[in-house]
């Protein structure tokens, strides 16, 4: 017997990240402006990184090949969705912005992250690195498009894994990538 297609099968839980998803929902029914539902869902997020019923033993799991994503909510109407990353050492994204506002929270290990700006002379669009931040277990960023462009990294000696709430519909988008920027940087 076959799943239809149009049926979505719903990621196993915890009783804590449905409390998590009930709170979310909360702030975010609220309607308000984005830069400011981002930072009430991560004053959601931020007391629950860390404990140790979050997450299920198969949403701890890395690839080897790059970082992972698991769904771990995608809400019915599209409002918001909450993934875990798992990064192995060493694994990173592309210099990338978003499609929505975004909360991410580091649950374990050390997310490193390079922001940057986009300047251009008319005729030729580079980066500009602007800011370098680390985060440790239990730190939260949210932010709102636009000037969100950055690269995220494990750059520590063990797997990191971060909870990442955005406000947009990843079980249909895949991710929450709006541009990946092949550009010069300023980096060396
Ligand atoms: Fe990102």
């Given amino acids: 017997m076959t799943t239809p297609a149009a049926v979505r099968v719903a990621p196993a839980t915890t009783s804590r990240l449905a409390r998590l998803v009930t709170d979310v929902r909360g702030v975010v029914d609220r309607g308000l402006p984005p830069d400011l539902t981002a930072y009430l869902v991560g004053e959601q997020l931020a007391p629950h990184l860390g404990a140790s019923d979050l997450l299920t033993e198969e949403q701890y799991e890395g690839d080897p090949d790059r970082y992972r ?5 995608a809400e019915r109407d599209g409002s918001f969705s909450i993934v875990a990353l798992v990064w192995l ?13 975004c909360v991410t929270g580091v649950h374990q290990g050390e997310e490193h992250e390079r922001r940057f ?3 251009s002379d008319g005729a030729v669009a580079r980066l500009v690195a602007t800011e ?3 985060n440790g277990p239990g730190d939260v960023c ?4 636009p000037g969100d462009i950055h690269r995220v ?31 010069r940087t300023d980096e060396s």
């Fill in 117 to 119: 700006r986009l300047v």
């Fill in 69 to 73: 994503q698991h769904l771990l909510h």
């Fill in 89 to 101: 050492p060493g694994q990173q994204t592309a210099i990338h912005d978003h499609v929505a506002w």
């Fill in 132 to 134: 370098d931040v680390v």
């Fill in 142 to 145: 949210g932010f709102a498009p």
């Fill in 153 to 183: 990294w494990n750059g520590g000696s063990g797997k990191a894994v971060s909870l990442h709430i955005y406000g947009a519909d990843i079980s249909r988008l895949g991710s929450s990538v709006r541009r990946v920027y092949d550009l």
